[in-house]
């Protein structure tokens, strides 16, 4: 079992920088692929970015360029850094942990912290 803790969000202005962090418990977060969604209101929750458990990176084309996704292992501790903050990146964002063993998926969501880009 995997707690996740998201923390650093927080109301901004267009253009400044957030780093959201996401604190986990219970187990260690190694062998889990780590990543961040988010969910605008009234839209449906999607990928920003993920990281394996091998520091392969991904990340939404919307997003590209402006958001790094880190690791670090030994603080069990996954990071989202968002630069050039626009409006249409606010939403509710969600960490989430997700390992397979033996074809079966183990998945574990924080509870999101708010992030509201607005002038």
């Known amino acids: 079992q995997v707690q996740l803790v998201e923390s650093g969000g927080g109301l901004v202005q267009p253009g400044v920088s957030l780093r959201l962090s996401c604190a986990a418990s219970?187990?260690?977060?190694?062998?889990?692929?780590m990543d961040w969604y988010r969910q605008a209101p009234g839209k449906q929750r999607e990928l920003v970015a993920g990281?394996?458990?091998?520091?392969?990176?991904n990340y939404a084309d919307s997003v590209k360029g402006r958001f790094t996704i880190s690791r670090d292992n030994a603080k069990n501790t996954v990071y989202l850094q968002m630069n050039s903050l626009k409006p249409e990146d606010t939403a509710v964002y969600y960490c989430?942990?997700?390992?397979?063993?033996?074809?079966?998926?183990?998945?574990?969501w924080g509870q999101g912290t708010q992030v509201t880009v607005s002038s």
């Open positions: 989430n942990a997700v390992r397979y063993i033996i074809g079966r998926e183990y998945a574990y």
């Open positions: 219970g187990s260690n977060i190694n062998s889990y692929a």
């Open positions: 990281i394996t458990s091998g520091g392969v990176t």
